[in-house]
């Protein structure tokens, strides 16, 4: 039955070239020196992949690239796994939307479920495009033992998907940048959550 068995590592991208926390999810900014100390430290640790799936943002797709090119295997970008479009809120500090959003965000910092901020896209279409491209993505021939380099938000989604949380609870789920997870997909079991937040040693 192990031939069965596909195995997917999920990373999240590492520290993008930006100041202070904002939301910046469809924006395409590149990772910071830190950020891609931070993916290839803990890319030392990966075995050999059958394939190597990507946002199409540059903080996840230039990194994949590069992993591809040492690993010689297939590459594929998901486009559907780009980070939520915050609209208004992208690249404003939290401090800033709370003095002109303060109800609505407190409202998604409880529960994202509904919640669309202005101009941006609701975040129930951001989970099920998410899902649904996950849906595709395992269903394909891609070989048992898969990357996908992804965002905090995309991640957060496939695991309360996989462990069938309530999306409500999403923001509980701690996903530092360059955090590594695991999770095992076998027909006629539950997702398994092999390790989660598997974050990289620090060089000496």
């Known amino acids: 039955m192990a031939e ?6 999920l990373l ?3 520290a993008v070239d930006a100041e202070g926390w904002a939301f910046r999810g469809s924006t395409d900014l590149p990772l910071s020196e830190a950020g891609w100390q931070q993916m290839r430290s803990v890319a ?3 075995e050999p992949f059958d394939q190597i799936a990507t946002s199409p943002l540059q903080r996840c797709r230039l990194f994949a690239n590069e992993l591809n090119k040492k690993q010689q295997t297939r590459l594929m970008t998901l486009h559907d796994m780009r980070e939520m479009d915050f609209g208004d809120w992208e690249n404003r500090s939290f401090d800033e939307i709370e003095t002109e959003y303060g109800t609505l965000l407190r409202q ?3 529960s994202p479920v509904g919640i669309q901020p202005p101009g941006g896209e609701e975040f129930d279409d951001f989970s099920q495009r998410v899902i649904h491209c996950w849906q595709r993505w395992i269903e394909s021939d891609c070989g048992n033992h898969r990357l996908l380099v992804a965002h905090g938000g995309v991640i957060r989604v496939l695991l309360a998907h996989l462990l069938d949380m309530p999306i409500a609870a ?3 789920l701690h996903l530092p940048y360059a955090s590594w997870s695991r999770v095992s997909l076998c027909e006629g079991h539950q997702p398994r959550l092999l390790f989660m937040n598997r974050e990289p040693t620090c060089a000496d």
């Open 44 to 46: 030392a640790s990966f």
């Open 12 to 14: 999240r991208h590492g």
């Open 108 to 110: 998604f910092w409880q």
């Open 170 to 172: 999403l923001w509980r």
């Open 4 to 9: 069965n068995i596909i195995t997917i590592d």
